[in-house]
């Protein structure tokens, strides 16, 4: 089946620019995650969707930052004015949520931002 | 503190080697355990749960420390295929990803 898909997979933009990334998780799961990784470093966790619950936003690092999850599905992440730090590659992920928190996260191939 | 510490590495080793990557977490709610696999410039993919009693697929086999906190992962034989970015991932509510053990198999 098709698996998490990301659009789009490369993003140029100019510093102080908005910026819109969006995840189309698999069918079915529930919850998605956003993070961004720079290069040669770890995974960032920014946004946490689940169900219809509020999402856990305490990863995003500043208000510039915001996201979306439309009809439990779609999710856009939305970068405003942005700035040179912010070029990383954004992945987001998709699970379905299993008792006991045995849920198995399913990666896009992510968006690599590059903000000149 | 970060919630998902681990040793960045790189760890270099030979064909054949036994390596094992230590992971410690702060968050002691936390529900689960596992370990992703991810490639250079790829996406991370699960390469295996983390069970209490310990588990073991093939040539990897975690183990799970609750009382201190701790998961590890145990590669033998290792293959130059092996070459990757070792993460530790606790789900406390949440996926928690730590940054990452660099393993290079050199032939």
């Known amino acids: 089946g098709a698996g998490v898909s990301q659009s789009p997979s490369n993003k140029v933009t100019e510093k102080g620019k908005d910026v819109e990334l969006r995840c189309d998780p698999i069918?079915?799961?529930?919850?998605l995650y956003w993070y961004r990784q720079s290069l040669g470093q770890g995974l960032e966790f920014l946004i946490y969707?689940?169900?219809?619950?509020?999402?856990?936003k305490s990863g995003l690092p500043s208000d510039r930052f915001s996201a979306e999850r439309t009809g439990g599905s779609v999710s856009t992440l939305t970068i405003q004015r942005t700035q040179q730090e912010d070029s990383a590659v954004y992945l987001c992920?998709?699970?379905?949520?299993?008792?006991?928190?045995?849920?198995?996260?399913?990666f896009g191939p992510g968006t690599r931002l590059t903000v000149l | 503190r970060k919630e998902v510490e681990q040793d960045p590495g790189p760890f270099n080793v030979p064909e054949g080697a036994t390596v094992a990557f230590n992971c410690t977490y702060s968050?002691?709610?936390?529900?689960?355990f596992f370990w992703y696999r991810q490639d250079c410039r790829k996406e991370p993919k699960l390469l295996m749960s983390?069970?209490?009693s310990g588990n073991e697929d093939g040539r990897f086999t975690a183990q799970l420390n609750r009382a201190s906190q701790y998961i590890s992962l145990l590669i033998r034989d290792s293959k130059l295929s092996d070459s990757a970015t070792y993460l530790c991932?606790?789900?406390?509510?949440?996926?928690?990803f730590g940054a990452g053990t660099r393993l290079t198999v050199k032939p």
């Open positions: 992920a998709s699970s379905q949520v299993l008792a006991g928190g045995r849920d198995t996260q399913y």
């Open positions: 069918s079915g799961h529930t919850a």
């Open positions: 983390v069970y209490s």
């Open positions: 991932v606790v789900n406390n509510g949440g996926m928690r």
């Open positions: 968050n002691s709610a936390s529900q689960s």
């Open positions: 969707f689940q169900g219809n619950s509020a999402p856990d």
